[in-house]
C-alpha cells in the first residue's frame, strides 16, 4: 500500500512507535506490528525481512553488536537516509546496507554543517593523488620509455610502499562497504570495486613478497613477476574522485529546500499587552501572538494582519513575481517579503504548522518517494552484481586459455577491467536523482509534488476535469455592470445598494459593497432591515425605502421592470447574477455581479489541449452561468453544470471507467471527493485544506497556469528518467564488452583498469549531471 514502510529485503515496515536497528543490515524496524523478532535473552531482536532473520540465526555473535542498539522514538532524532533506498533509516552518516551509497539528511536545514563524507573523501583523494602520482611514473615510465627511475629490483618494493597507503586507507570505505554488501547478501558497486581492487593488490603482493609461490610461466625479467599496482591505484583514486564529484553533485539537490528553510526569518518582533515590543527567537513565537512587521522585513510566521497596509512579495510560494496587497483582515504567510508599509499581525500558525514547514516537509518526502518506473532499475540492480562477476570469472578463464601471453596478466586485468567499469550506482541514480532535482524545481515554481508516482501518472494524463469556481474563474465575485432605469445615478444606486447589502452575507451582497468601497462611496446608515426568504431583502436608508432582488421581489413590492428584461436576459447569458434595486416602490436598476475568469485560463487551456489533453469541466453552478465561462475560456470539450460533490465523483468514475487516465483540478471542499478518485488530483493552493490533503499536487498559486508548469514539469522529469535509464544501460552495454577485451581480436583494443575506473566514473556523473539539468527548465 502507498506510505507503507518497505523493508531492505522488499517487505512491509511496521506501524509507527518504537523502533530499533536490524542488527544484519542496519536498516530501522519499527516494534509495532514487527513480523520477523526472535527472543534473545531479556529482549527481542527485530528484523525488517526474514532474510535477514535467517542470517542472523546462523550466527549470532556476528551482529549482536548491533542487537541492543538503543530503542527509540520514531522522528526523535535527525534522520540520514539513502537517496537509492528511501527505507533506509539512521540518526547519522553512514554507507547505506544495501548500495553502500552515503547517507544523506532525509530533511536538510537551514544550518547544516559540512557534509562529513565530503570531508573525508576530499581528504583520501588529496592523499590518493598525491601518491599515485609518482607510482604512476615509478611503474609506467620504466615500462613505457625503459627509464627506470628506481632500479628493477627495488621497484616492486617502491610501488608497494606507495600504493599500500592507497590502497589500505584511502580505499579503506570501498573495502568496507564490499565487506558488508557481502556480509548482508547485498552485492553492490563497491562489491565489484573490492573485488577488484583486491585481486590486483594481492597478487602485487604475492608477486613482491614470495614470487616463488608463483608460476614460473608469469615471471619476466629473470626471477621478477610482474605488478600491478598501478592499476589497484589509480582505481582507488578515480573511484574516490568519482564519489567525491557524486557526492557535491547529488548535494546540490537539497538548494531548493535550503533556499526555502533560509527565508524563514530567525527572530520576530513581539508586541506585548502593554504596548512595549520585544525581539524573540521565531521558535518562542505562539499562537495568538501579535507581531509588528516593519517595512523590508519577512513575515515570521501565518497569520493575519490587523493593522496596516503593504504589499507582500509572495514568490517564494507562488513563482509570481508581482506583490500582493495586504489589508486589515488579509491572509499572509511566514518566509514572504514585506514591502514598503509596516503591518500588525495575529500569529495564527507556528513552527511545523505554518506553510513553508509543510511545503518543507512535503518536498522532502516527495524526493525520497520512488516512482514506479523505478521498478525497473530495480528488477535489473537484483541479478546485475552476481552477472557482472560471473561475466568476470568468465573473462579470466578464456584469457587464461586462449588468450595471447602473458595470458595471466591479460586475463587478471581484463577481469579487473570488467569489474570496476560495471558501476550499478549509476543505474540505481537515474530516477531518485530525477526525482529529488525535479521535485525541488517544483517548488521553487510553485508546484508541490506529494510524491513521485504523481509525477509519473501526470504524464501519462489524457483528460483533464476542472472545477469552474475558483479554478478557471477567480473565485471572487465582482461588479461588472450597473444599469440605471431611472432618476438615480448610478453611484446613486449602487450607494443605497451596498448599503442595504452590508447586513447580508451573501456572497452577491459581499460584490457589490466591495464595489462601492473601491469607489469610496459612503454608504448611508441603514435599519428596518429584513429579509423575504427566496425573493431579497428591503431596509430603510436614509429615509427611502429600497427592496432588492429578483423579479419577484419586484413584483412583490409593485416596481415594474419590463424595461429590463432585455437587459437582464443580456447578462445572464454572460454567466452574471443580475440583482434588481427598487427605490420607494418605483424600479430603479440592476446590479450585475460574476466571478471573472482568470487571465490566464484561456492561455493554459489552449496549451493543454495542444498537448493532446481532452478538457472537462465540472460545476456546482447552473447550466447558463457554465456555459458562458466556457465560451469565454474555450477549448473545453464537456461542461457538466448543476453537479454536488458525489456528483463530480461520479463523473471522474465514469470517465475512468472509459479507460482514460485523468487529473482533476479543483480548489472546494465539494472537490475533495473527486480530487481523491482521480489518478492525479490537483489542489489550487489557493482552496481548502481538505482539498489540499485530498490531492497529490499542489500548485501554491491558484492561476491554471500553475496546472502547466505542473505538467511541464511532470514531462521533464520523466523525460529526464528515461535519459538516465538509457544512458545507464549503454555505458554498461557498452563499456563491459570492450573491458572484457570482445575488441581484441578485431584491432587489439583492451581497456586498462585505470580507463575503466575512470569510465565508471563518468557513467554515474553523467547520470548526476543530466538530472541537474532539470534546475535549468522553464516552467
Request: glycine letters at 10%; proline letters at 6%; aromatic letters at 4%.
Amino acid at each position: 500500500m502507498p506510505g507503507d514502510t518497505i523493508g531492505c529485503c522488499g517487505e512491509a515496515g511496521a506501524a509507527p512507535g518504537k523502533v530499533s536497528r536490524d542488527p544484519v543490515c542496519g536498516m530501522e524496524v519499527r516494534h509495532d506490528g514487527a513480523q520477523h523478532t526472535i527472543q534473545d535473552g531479556p529482549e527481542n531482536v527485530y528484523f525488517c525481512s526474514g532474510h535477514c532473520r535467517t542470517k542472523y540465526l546462523a550466527d549470532p555473535s556476528a551482529y549482536q553488536s548491533g542487537a541492543k542498539e538503543p530503542v527509540h522514538a520514531a522522528g526523535d532524532h535527525a534522520v540520514w537516509t539513502c537517496p537509492m533506498h528511501p527505507d533506509i533509516r539512521r540518526e547519522g552518516p553512514g554507507a547505506c546496507p544495501i548500495c553502500g551509497m552515503a547517507l544523506e539528511p532525509a530533511l536538510p536545514s537551514a544550518d547544516e554543517g559540512p557534509n562529513p563524507e565530503i570531508a573525508d573523501f576530499t581528504r583520501r583523494l588529496i592523499v590518493a593523488v598525491i601518491l599515485c602520482v609518482p607510482l604512476l611514473l615509478v611503474a609506467m615510465v620504466g615500462e613505457m620509455l625503459d627509464l627506470h627511475l628506481v632500479p628493477p629490483r627495488l621497484s616492486p618494493w617502491v610501488q608497494l610502499a606507495l600504493c599500500a597507503p592507497i590502497v589500505f586507507w584511502c580505499g579503506l570505505p570501498f573495502f568496507t562497504r564490499g565487506w558488508i554488501s557481502v556480509r548482508t547478501g547485498h552485492l553492490n558497486m563497491f562489491t565489484l570495486i573490492a573485488t577488484g581492487v583486491g585481486a590486483a593488490f594481492a597478487y602485487s603482493l604475492i608477486a613482491t613478497v614470495a614470487p616463488a609461490f608463483l608460476p614460473m610461466g608469469l615471471h619476466a625479467h629473470g626471477t621478477m613477476a610482474p605488478v600491478y599496482y598501478e592499476a589497484a591505484g589509480v582505481v582507488v583514486t578515480f573511484v574516490l574522485l568519482g564519489q567525491l564529484l557524486e557526492l557535491r553533485a547529488r548535494a546540490a539537490t537539497g538548494r531548493a529546500i535550503r533556499a526555502l528553510l533560509d527565508l524563514a526569518p530567525k527572530f520576530a518582533e513581539r508586541i506585548g499587552t502593554a504596548g512595549n515590543s520585544e525581539i524573540v527567537p521565531v521558535s518562542e513565537v505562539r499562537v495568538g501572538d501579535r507581531l509588528l512587521i516593519k517595512p523590508g522585513e519577512a513575515i515570521p510566521v501565518d497569520g493575519v494582519v490587523t493593522e496596516g497596509r503593504s504589499h507582500v512579495d509572495e514568490s517564494m510560494l507562488t513563482g509570481e513575481p508581482v506583490p500582493v496587497a495586504k489589508h486589515v483582515g488579509d491572509v499572509v504567510t511566514g518566509g514572504t517579503l514585506n514591502g514598503t508599509g509596516a503591518l500588525t499581525m495575529d500569529a495564527r500558525a507556528v513552527g511545523a504548522g505554518t506553510m513553508l514547514s509543510r511545503i518543507v516537509t512535503m518536498v522532502a518526502e516527495a524526493q525520497r518517494s520512488r516512482a514506479p518506473i523505478q521498478a525497473i532499475a530495480d528488477r535489473v540492480s537484483g541479478w546485475f552484481v552476481p552477472a557482472i562477476l560471473v561475466i568476470a570469472c568468465v573473462t579470466f578463464a578464456v584469457w587464461m586459455i586462449v588468450g595471447p601471453e602473458p595470458r595471466f596478466g591479460h586475463a587478471l586485468l581484463n577481469a579487473i577491467a570488467v569489474l570496476v567499469i560495471a558501476c550499478p550506482c549509476a543505474l540505481g541514480l537515474a530516477t531518485p536523482m530525477s526525482i529529488m532535482v525535479g521535485t525541488g524545481r517544483g517548488a521553487r515554481a510553485g508546484v508541490l509534488v506529494k510524491n513521485a508516482e504523481a509525477l509519473q501518472a501526470l504524464d501519462s494524463v489524457d483528460t483533464l476535469v476542472i472545477d469552474k469556481t475558483g479554478t478557471l474563474t477567480q473565485g471572487k465575485p465582482k461588479v461588472i455592470a450597473i444599469r440605471t432605469f431611472g432618476d438615480a445615478s448610478e453611484s446613486q444606486l449602487l450607494g443605497l445598494a451596498a448599503a442595504v447589502e452590508s447586513r447580508s452575507e451573501h456572497p452577491l451582497a459581499r460584490a457589490i459593497v466591495e464595489e462601492a468601497s473601491e469607489r469610496k462611496l459612503d454608504l448611508a446608515p441603514c435599519d428596518e432591515f429584513a429579509s423575504q426568504t427566496g425573493l431579497g431583502v428591503t431596509a430603510r436608508v436614509a429615509d427611502r425605502i429600497v427592496a432588492i432582488g429578483s423579479e419577484a421581489q419586484m413584483e412583490s413590492v409593485g416596481a415594474d421592470a419590463t424595461s429590463a428584461l432585455a437587459s437582464i436576459s443580456e447578462l445572464r447569458a454572460q454567466g452574471a447574477g443580475v440583482v434588481l434595486v427598487a427605490i420607494d416602490g418605483r424600479f430603479a436598476g440592476l446590479v450585475a455581479v460574476a466571478d471573472p475568469v482568470r487571465p490566464a485560463a484561456s492561455e493554459a487551456i489552449a496549451y493543454l489541449r495542444g498537448q493532446g489533453l481532452r478538457i472537462a469541466m465540472l460545476t456546482g453552478d447552473n447550466e447558463v452561468t457554465a456555459q458562458a465561462v466556457a465560451q469565454k475560456v474555450g477549448g473545453i470539450d464537456e461542461v457538466h453544470a448543476g453537479l454536488l460533490p458525489e456528483d463530480k465523483a461520479r463523473a471522474v468514475e465514469r470517465l475512468t471507467g472509459e479507460g482514460r487516465n485523468v487529473a482533476m483540478a479543483g480548489d472546494g471542499i465539494n472537490d475533495a471527493p473527486a480530487l481523491a478518485r482521480a489518478r492525479v488530483g490537483i489542489a489550487m493552493g489557493t482552496g481548502t485544506d481538505v482539498a489540499i490533503e485530498s490531492a497529490s499536487i499542489t500548485l501554491a498559486r491558484g492561476d491554471l497556469s500553475a496546472i502547466v508548469s505542473a505538467h511541464r514539469l511532470a514531462r521533464a522529469t520523466m523525460r529526464n528518467i528515461r535519459q538516465n535509464l538509457f544512458l545507464s544501460f549503454l555505458f554498461n552495454g557498452i563499456g563491459v564488452p570492450i573491458a572484457a577485451g570482445v575488441l581484441y581480436p578485431i584491432n587489439g583494443t583492451l581497456l586498462s583498469p585505470m580507463f575503466a575506473g575512470a569510465a565508471m566514473t563518468l557513467s554515474s556523473l553523467t547520470v548526476v549531471l543530466n538530472a541537474l539539468r532539470l534546475n535549468l527548465m522553464k516552467l
